[in-house]
């Protein structure tokens, strides 16, 4: 995998911040893009700008043929089944949310349990709060261990028959944990339960084939991937969805409309009323095609080998803290004693470094590591052992800086 030719591709990397090249390390909160997704967006509205679906005229067509394209490579880069099973929305977040909603809310009752972690993001801890409060159903967690990892054990303590919806995030965005999702899903399906899957920090980094791992929904979103903002995928089995209500009405999505009845459209559209993100989803598109051509697991190898220099080199600065196992995705977040992350974040950013510092999104996760807030570097195919190396002296700057605590 040739990073350097990577490199090139992104034309925002080329610059330099507060005097220092710029060193992207926010990946995990959204990804870079590569010129080839930058030109297929300004040549849908250069060229094909329509709306989709309901025109007959060349750029109609052309602007569909475009859209459902988008969708047909979807499908093909997570190994749907069939194109029915991809519903494009505006992120991760939605994806979920129309899960909590349109399942969980027709199919829970009071007794029944919902399941999920304290590593969750909270857009997979909030809807299904939500939904817990509108049907009378438990919401129950999965204890962590030690190092932030979940044991099968445990699993198979928590989950029971009154469990009806487990929902799990592939990969945590704080503590980099790979979680066993093929072996929940299983324990899940073995009490009759659905398994819902946060797929935000899986699907950019590692080939995800959705039938292997035999989950009842998965979510991921496009800004994660090298694609635009504000699209997003809800995969869901078939069978789920076709019995599942729209959780937003109008146009688009509609078969027939009468004065006191309406009908809708078969899948996907059903769960795409309204315009849907054309421009985005074409840029998902090409994005998919970006991460094909250099294929998954030459990213996935390029991360793991990234990942192992940014450990060792890491773990060597005294007075640093990693939160998370020894084995994970291409993050770490860690605390420097007595220096506050946003601290940390600011002193790095004026050497041209950029991370993330804050809760992430992660309230319970903190209050479970026992700290506010932490600082965070992820890694992403663009990336290299300069960058890990250029972090490592920032952080000894950060260090200098506050001296008086070390």
């Known amino acids: 995998m040739d990073v350097k030719a990577i490199r090139e591709q992104f034309p925002i990397l080329n610059q330099e911040i507060n005097g ?67 519903i494009f929305t505006r992120g991760t977040t939605t994806s979920i949310n129309t899960v909590a ?13 919902i399941v999920v972690t304290p590593m969750e993001h909270h857009s997979n801890i909030i809807p299904w709060q939500q939904a817990a409060k509108a049907t009378g159903a438990t919401l129950k967690y999965l204890p962590l261990r030690p190092d932030g990892t979940i044991e099968m054990e445990d699993v198979k303590d928590t989950i029971t028959d009154r469990t009806k919806v487990v929902a799990v995030m592939h990969v945590s965005n704080v503590l980099g944990t790979i979680n066993p999702i093929k072996e929940i899903t299983a324990v899940a399906h073995q009490h009759g339960a659905v398994m819902m899957v946060d797929g935000a920090q899986s699907v950019p980094h590692m080939q995800v084939d959705v039938q292997d791992l035999d989950c009842d929904f998965y979510a991921f979103s496009g800004h994660k991937m090298c694609g635009p903002t504000g699209i997003g995928v809800l995969y869901g089995k078939r ?83 990693i939160y998370g196992p020894e084995q994970r995705a291409a993050l770490i977040t860690f605390n420097l004693t007595d220096v506050h992350p946003h601290d940390t974040a600011t002193v790095l950013d004026a050497e041209g470094i950029a991370v993330r510092a804050g ?36 952080l000894n700057k950060t260090k200098e800086y506050f001296g008086d605590v070390f």
């Not at 909603?101 to 349990?113: C, F, I, M, Q, T």
Request: glycine share 8%; hydrophobic share 35%; aromatic share 10%.
């Open 20 to 86: 220092h090249p710029l060193v992207y390390l926010d990946s995990s909160a959204t990804s870079q893009k590569p010129v080839s997704v930058i030109k297929a967006v300004e040549d849908y509205y250069k060229q094909d700008n329509s709306n989709v679906h309901r025109g007959v005229h060349t750029l109609g067509t052309r602007a569909t043929d475009k859209y459902e394209g988008a969708r047909e490579k979807v499908k093909k880069f997570i190994n749907a089944s069939s194109t029915k099973e991809v």
């Open 101 to 113: 909603y349109s399942y969980a809310r027709a199919n829970l009752k009071e007794g029944d349990e």
């Open 239 to 321: 069978e789920l969805l076709e019995n599942m209500e729209p959780v937003e009405f109008g146009g688009e999505m509609i078969d027939f409309v009468n004065l006191y009845d309406s009908t809708w459209k078969e899948l996907p559209w059903k769960f795409e009323g309204g315009t849907p993100i054309i421009a985005g989803a074409i840029g998902l598109g090409a994005a998919i095609d970006f991460l094909t051509d250099i294929g998954m697991e030459n990213i996935h190898e390029h991360e793991d080998q990234l990942i192992a220099y940014a450990m060792d080199r890491m773990k060597a600065l005294d007075g640093l803290e």
């Open 359 to 394: 809760h992430h999104c992660a309230q319970p996760l903190m209050k479970w590591l026992e700290v506010t807030a932490t600082a965070r570097a992820s890694f992403y195919l663009y990336n290299t052992p300069e960058d890990v190396d250029r972090l490592v002296e920032g």
